[in-house]
């Protein structure tokens, strides 16, 4: 699979559209990115061995969300290597960093810890199937075992963004009414943020790409404005969650 994708992407970028070299830089940026979006948060409860006031709502919505990219990618019938790959493992080790937020969260009872493992470990059985059915397909060319038509894959895209972008509202609101902004890494944000700028270059360069090509490109502006939504709603906490970390640090040298 690793070997198509670095193909398609050599046939992109030998084409005659001026847009395919940056296009498929960002599409490698931004599968990188994926990857790494949880592992602020995993340092942290790492680091603290302790789980802060956080909304699990957030964090579940989040991680299906990835698993729903997943399922997008297995099942898109062009081939989204990168989807597939980033997502892929971003299920996995945001997995482990939800885990650990159960495991140290001494307000839980051992039954509700359980019951968040084996949540974890549900979503690791179905990517694993279904990647393990792509990675079959795509070896024996037998088109049809796990793809979908494009109307049907179409679904995923215009309905999935809405659970990256709207996962951590719950946490928004609950910050809003605890005032209380510090239990999620202030650097997960900034990640998110980077992570966010890049998403909507990529999505740009997209829309110009098809342009020149003469293909349509709705479904792109919809990523588009997705993006967008996702850079406010994550700009947002990140503003607030360092105005509050440098109200503490004042309060701290006040006393």
Known sequence: MLTNFGNLLDDKVKG????????????????????????????????????????????WIFHLGILGWVIYGVTNPNHLYNVVIADGLSVFVNGVMTGLLYYYKKEFSQRQKMFGYLGILATWGVAIILIGFYIKEESSGQIGLITMTENQSAIFGYTLPALTTFAFAPQLIQSFITKKWQGISVWMFVLYEINNVAWIIWWIIGILQNQYDGIGYQSLIAGLIWQIISLTIFGVQLTFTVLDIRKNKQTIQQN
């Open 16 to 59: 005659t559209n001026p847009y395919s070299l940056s296009f498929n830089i960002f599409l490698v940026i931004t599968s990188i990115l994926i990857v790494c979006l949880s592992l602020p948060q995993l340092y942290k409860i790492l680091k603290d061995k302790k789980t802060g006031n956080i909304n699990f709502t957030s964090f």
